[in-house]
Nanobody, 114 residues
Framework: QVQLVESGGGLVQPGGSLRLSCAAS????????LSWYRQAPGKEREWVAN????????THADSVKGRFTISRDNSKNTAFLQMNSLKPEDTAVYFC???????WGQGTQVTVSS
């Protein structure tokens, strides 16, 4: 059974940092590209970043480029999203996603507020 479990969200002040994790199970993690998405209240789900199977290639949305970094550790079946210089507009539920498997996690809430 394919499972993705996000963690690491929370409340942080503007300018702060968080590191999200996505723990995968039920499939061969290293075989698949992975993405992070986010959904703010009242808005559509938005793509944040992609990472290739071996982690050698990454892309980030313009809105987070230079502040967020996607990475993965295939030995631990885990992906990460390092988020720095957080802004209030980054407030959202963050999801990891394996497109080919059409699998989503349950999401983790990130709130950026003073």
């Amino acid at each position: 059974q394919v499972q993705l479990v996000e963690s690491g969200g929370g409340l942080v002040q503007p300018g702060g940092s968080l590191r999200l994790s996505c723990a995968a199970s039920g499939f061969t993690f290293s075989f698949f590209m992975l993405s992070w998405y986010r959904q703010a209240p009242g808005k559509e789900r938005e793509w944040v970043a992609n990472i290739s199977r071996n982690g050698g290639s990454t892309t980030h949305a313009d809105s987070v480029k230079g502040r967020f970094t996607i990475s993965r550790d295939n030995s631990k079946n885990t992906a990460f999203l390092q988020m720095n210089s957080l802004k209030p507009e980054d407030t959202a539920v963050y999801f990891c996603h394996v497109p080919i498997l059409d699998s989503w996690g349950q999401g983790t809430q990130v709130t950026v507020s003073s």
